[in-house]
C-alpha cells in the first residue's frame, strides 16, 4: 500500500510499504478512507518529537471502512464505517475507567522508555513516535487500530467524512480546552492561535456562552476564519501589544481564561524575541513557549490557563506569577472518546459545521509531501489538509 513516511526531519515521502495485518483478536484493519494533517504532525515534520525512525507511517487523524476484524465476535464487524481517536485505549485500566482516556495506563507499549524521556507517559497514538507506542499512522490505504473494541465510534447515519473527520482529534481538542475553563457564560477568554485547534476553541466558546472571545495571530486568512467562528477580538501580536490590548478590553483586569492553541513551537514577534524566534525556527529541538509566558501575565488573578499545545519536555515558566496570582492550569492530550457522541450530536443538529477550516483538499498521497510543506510554511493560505482516498 502507499503510506506518508517520515524520513528525517523536514523528509516526509509517498512509500510503498506492506500492508497491515491482524496482531490481535482485538484489532480490526481499516481501509482508510478520509485522513488530515495535524498541527501536531508538524512537530514531527520539524524534528521536535524524539524516537521518531525512519519509515515510520504519519497520521492520526483517518477514519474508513472496517475490511478485517481480529476475531468472529468483535463488535466491529466487516463494512462498518469508523471514526478512530487519536488515543488507543484498552477500556480496562482505571484511567480508561474514570473516562480519562488519553492517559490510558495500558495501551502505550514504549511507556516506561517515555516516562523516561519526557517524565511520564500518554495512551498509544498512532503514527506519532515510538514514545507513543510506535503504532503506523493512518495516513495511508490502511491501518492496523488496536484494541478497535473500545475508541472508534461508528460513523452515524447520513454524516459525510468531512463533516466526520474532525471528530478524532482537532473538534474535541478545541473543545476540551474551552470545556477546561469551567465558563458559566459572559466570561473573556483570550484564545492564542487560531489554527484548526485555536479556531474550534472559538467555536466552542461560542457555544459555550463566553461573553468575548479574544484571537491572538499574525496569520491573514486564520484571523478571517476566527472571525467566521465567532471571535469577538483579534490581536495581531505582529502588529500591537498583546498585554496592552487584553488590558484594554477587560478594563485593566486581564481575561477570565486564556488558552494555548500554539504550543511549544510558538513565534516571538518584535525586537529580540523575534530575531530569537526566527533563528530557533532554523534549529532543531528548541522549545519556545513564548504564547504560555504572555497567558501567565494576561490572565486575570484566579483565572484558568488552559493548554491543549503540545509540549515535548520542560520549559521555562514563571511559577511565581502563578501562583501570586492563584492560577489554575488545565492541560492535556484530549481525552476523545469522552466528547465523540456530544459533538456528534451538535454536528447532526447543524451547531457545528466542521467543515469551514478545510482548505486544501486530495485525492492522492502522492501529494502529501507537497501539503506537509505547504501546511507548515501557512503558503497558498493553507489552514487544513484533507485526503480522500
Ligand atoms: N492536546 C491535544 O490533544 C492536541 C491535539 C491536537 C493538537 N494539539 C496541539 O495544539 C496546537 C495547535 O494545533 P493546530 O493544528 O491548530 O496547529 P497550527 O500549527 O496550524 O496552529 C498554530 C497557530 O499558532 C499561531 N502562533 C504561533 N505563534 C504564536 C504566538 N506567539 N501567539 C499567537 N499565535 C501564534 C500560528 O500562526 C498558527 O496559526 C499544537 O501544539 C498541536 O500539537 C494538541
Ligand atoms: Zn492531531
Ligand atoms: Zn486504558
Given at each position: 500500500m502507499r503510506a506518508l513516511c517520515w524520513n528525517g526531519r523536514n523528509d516526509i515521502r509517498c512509500e510503498t510499504v506492506p500492508d497491515p495485518a491482524i496482531e490481535d483478536r482485538r484489532d480490526v484493519i481499516l481501509r482508510v478512507t478520509s485522513c488530515a494533517i495535524c498541527g501536531s504532525d508538524l512537530h514531527l515534520m520539524d524534528g521536535q518529537m524524539p524516537t521518531m525512525e525512519k519509515g515510520d507511517i504519519l497520521g492520526h487523524e483517518f477514519m474508513g471502512e472496517v475490511v478485517?476484524?481480529?476475531?468472529?465476535?468483535?463488535v466491529l464487524k466487516k463494512g462498518d464505517r469508523v471514526v478512530v481517536p487519536f488515543n488507543i485505549n484498552c477500556g480496562e485500566c482505571r484511567m480508561c475507567r474514570l473516562g480519562n482516556?488519553?492517559?490510558?495506563?495500558?495501551?502505550?507499549?514504549n511507556g516506561e522508555m517515555a516516562a523516561k524521556v519526557q517524565g511520564y507517559p500518554t495512551a498509544g497514538l498512532f503514527g506519532y513516535s515510538h514514545l507513543t507506542g510506535g503504532y503506523s499512522g493512518g495516513q495511508a490505504e490502511y491501518v492496523r487500530v488496536p484494541m478497535?473494541?473500545?475508541?472508534p465510534m461508528k460513523v452515524p447515519e447520513g454524516m459525510s467524512d468531512e463533516q466526520a473527520l474532525f471528530l478524532t482529534d482537532i473538534l474535541p481538542t478545541g473543545w476540551q480546552a474551552i470545556d477546561h475553563c469551567g465558563l458559566q457564560g459572559g466570561e473573556t477568554v483570550a484564545i492564542w492561535g487560531a489554527g484548526p485547534v485555536g479556531l474550534f476553541a472559538i467555536k466552542s466558546a461560542v457555544l459555550m456562552k463566553a461573553g468575548r472571545i479574544i484571537a491572538i495571530e499574525t496569520v491573514p486568512e486564520r484571523i478571517e476564519l476566527a472571525r467566521i467562528a465567532g471571535a469577538t477580538d483579534i490581536i495581531n501580536p505582529a502588529d500591537e501589544s498583546v498585554q496592552d490590548r487584553i488590558r484594554e478590553i477587560t478594563g485593566g483586569q486581564g481575561a477570565d481564561a486564556v488558552v494555548d492553541c500554539v504550543g511549544m513551537e510558538a513565534s516571538g514577534h518584535g525586537g529580540v524575541l523575534g530575531v530569537l524566534s526566527k533563528v530557533q525556527e532554523k534549529l532543531t529541538a528548541t522549545e519556545r513557549p513564548y504564547a504560555l509566558e504572555q497567558m501567565v501575565q494576561a490572565v486575570r488573578p484566579c483565572g484558568i490557563i488552559s493548554v491543549p499545545g503540545v509540549y515535548s519536555g520542560a520549559v521555562p515558566i514563571n511559577m511565581a506569577a502563578i501562583v501570586q496570582k492563584g492560577l489554575t492550569m488545565k492541560t492535556g492530550q484530549t481525552h476523545v472518546k469522552r466528547y465523540l457522541e456530544p459533538l456528534a450530536k451538535l454536528i447532526q443538529d447543524g451547531?457545528?459545521?466542521?467543515?469551514?477550516?478545510?482548505?486544501h483538499r486530495s485525492?492522492?498521497?502522492?501529494d502529501g509531501p507537497e501539503l506537509y510543506r505547504k501546511f507548515r510554511d501557512k503558503e497558498d493560505k493553507c489552514v487544513k489538509v484533507v485526503f480522500h482516498l
Open positions: 478485517e476484524v481480529g476475531s468472529p465476535d468483535h482516556w488519553s492517559c490510558c495506563l495500558k495501551s502505550n507499549r478497535a473494541d473500545v475508541a451547531s457545528i459545521d466542521p467543515t469551514f477550516l478545510i482548505s485525492s492522492n498521497l502522492e
